[in-house]
């Protein structure tokens, strides 16, 4: 099983961008997935949460200007973004509990990021 993040690139800053982050393999569930970002230099920093029971959470930094949410029919994690600012400027990396058919137990897996860059 492995997540695959994409949707980023280059954006001016007041515009939007919208992340997706696909589970494939033989999936049997998918718990908590997040959104995380690191940007040169700085440590990796939690940005949004959704629960599988669609609660989430966000990052004071990016409260009112990003959505997470989650397709589990798709296996897909969605980070809406918008109003960016070139503070955003990481490479953003999903991550989530999932567990196979295989094997039911969850193993927590990181996606391989995506560049977002913002310019002033």
């Known amino acids: 099983v492995q997540l695959q993040a994409f949707g980023g690139g280059l954006v001016q800053a007041g515009g939007s961008l919208r992340l997706s982050c696909v589970a494939s393999?033989?999936?049997?569930?998918?718990?908590?997935m997040h959104w995380y970002r690191q940007a040169p230099g700085k440590q990796r920093e939690l940005v949004a949460s959704i629960t599988d029971s669609g609660s989430t959470s966000y990052a004071d930094s990016v409260k009112g200007r990003f959505t997470i949410s989650r397709d589990d029919a798709k296996s897909t994690l969605y980070l809406q973004m918008s109003s960016l600012i070139p503070e955003d400027t990481a490479v953003y990396y999903c991550?989530?509990?999932?567990?196979?058919?295989?094997?039911?137990?969850?193993?927590?897996?990181w996606g391989q990021g995506t560049q977002v860059t913002v310019s002033s």
């Open positions: 991550n989530g509990d999932l567990s196979t058919y295989n094997s039911r137990a969850y193993v927590n897996t």
């Open positions: 393999g033989r999936i049997f569930g998918i718990k908590n």
